[in-house]
């Protein structure tokens, strides 16, 4: 069967936050690719200290979470 094709209304599509209790808005900022955790690792190799200790626990969190987006 073939699939229907988009309507450009259906673009516009809105959700009320009351529909969603406990989430809130955000914006999406990067996807969590290899090669920003790769970005990441480079800038940490500048750090020194507790700084560079803080930055590669940040980066082997954002390990564990590959393809999926940081939202602020």
Known sequence: MPRKKKAPEDDNI?????LLPGY??????????????LDLYQRAQ?????????MLHTINELTKHIGKWLVS
């Open 46 to 54: 500048a750090l020194d200290g507790k700084e560079k200790e803080e």
């Open 14 to 18: 809105s959700i009320s936050k009351d």
């Open 24 to 37: 809130t808005t955000g914006n999406v900022e990067i996807q969590i690719t290899y090669d920003f955790i």
